[in-house]
Protein backbone atom coordinates (compact mmCIF):
# COMPACT_ATOMS: atom_id res chain seq x y z
CA UNK A 1 0.00 0.00 0.00
CA UNK A 2 1.23 3.26 -1.07
CA UNK A 3 0.53 6.79 1.06
CA UNK A 4 1.78 10.35 -0.64
CA UNK A 5 0.49 13.47 0.48
CA UNK A 6 -0.53 15.61 -2.67
CA UNK A 7 -1.75 19.27 -3.19
CA UNK A 8 -5.73 20.12 -4.59
CA UNK A 9 -6.50 23.29 -4.59
CA UNK A 10 -3.92 24.32 -2.41
CA UNK A 11 -4.86 22.00 0.34
CA UNK A 12 -3.12 18.65 1.63
CA UNK A 13 -4.09 15.45 1.24
CA UNK A 14 -3.08 12.25 1.99
CA UNK A 15 -3.51 9.37 -0.92
CA UNK A 16 -3.62 5.45 -0.09
CA UNK A 17 -3.79 2.97 -2.96
CA UNK A 18 -2.34 -0.33 -3.86
CA UNK A 19 -1.32 1.37 -7.40
CA UNK A 20 2.35 3.67 -7.59
CA UNK A 21 2.95 6.55 -6.20
CA UNK A 22 2.99 8.22 -9.66
CA UNK A 23 -0.12 7.09 -10.95
CA UNK A 24 -1.29 8.34 -7.30
CA UNK A 25 -0.10 11.51 -8.25
CA UNK A 26 -1.33 11.75 -11.66
CA UNK A 27 -4.80 11.59 -10.05
CA UNK A 28 -4.08 14.08 -7.90
CA UNK A 29 -3.09 16.62 -10.54
CA UNK A 30 -6.16 15.65 -12.31
CA UNK A 31 -8.34 16.28 -9.95
CA UNK A 32 -6.56 19.80 -8.57
CA UNK A 33 -6.41 21.03 -12.61
CA UNK A 34 -10.28 20.39 -12.46
CA UNK A 35 -11.18 22.02 -9.48
CA UNK A 36 -8.90 25.03 -10.87
CA UNK A 37 -10.43 25.03 -13.69
CA UNK A 38 -13.99 25.40 -12.54
CA UNK A 39 -12.66 28.08 -10.24
CA UNK A 40 -11.18 29.93 -12.50
CA UNK A 41 -14.56 30.22 -14.80
CA UNK A 42 -16.31 31.29 -12.14
CA UNK A 43 -14.77 33.28 -9.01
CA UNK A 44 -17.78 33.46 -6.99
CA UNK A 45 -18.22 29.13 -6.46
CA UNK A 46 -17.28 27.95 -3.08
CA UNK A 47 -14.30 25.01 -2.70
CA UNK A 48 -17.42 22.69 -2.25
CA UNK A 49 -19.31 23.62 -5.07
CA UNK A 50 -16.28 23.57 -7.56
CA UNK A 51 -15.48 20.19 -6.22
CA UNK A 52 -19.26 18.91 -6.78
CA UNK A 53 -19.02 20.04 -10.02
CA UNK A 54 -15.51 18.91 -10.77
CA UNK A 55 -16.98 15.16 -9.83
CA UNK A 56 -20.22 15.34 -12.31
CA UNK A 57 -17.72 16.73 -14.89
CA UNK A 58 -15.42 13.73 -14.10
CA UNK A 59 -18.08 11.24 -14.08
CA UNK A 60 -19.70 12.87 -17.23
CA UNK A 61 -16.00 12.07 -19.06
CA UNK A 62 -16.29 8.37 -17.10
CA UNK A 63 -19.79 7.76 -18.78
CA UNK A 64 -19.01 9.08 -21.95
CA UNK A 65 -15.69 6.49 -22.51
CA UNK A 66 -17.77 3.67 -21.70
Given at each position: ?N??TV?????E?????E???E???KV????DK??????D?????????A????A?N??D??????
Amino acid sequence: MNVITVKINGLEYNLKGEESEEYLHKVAIYADKKIKGILDNNKKLSTSSAAVLSAVNVTDELFKAY
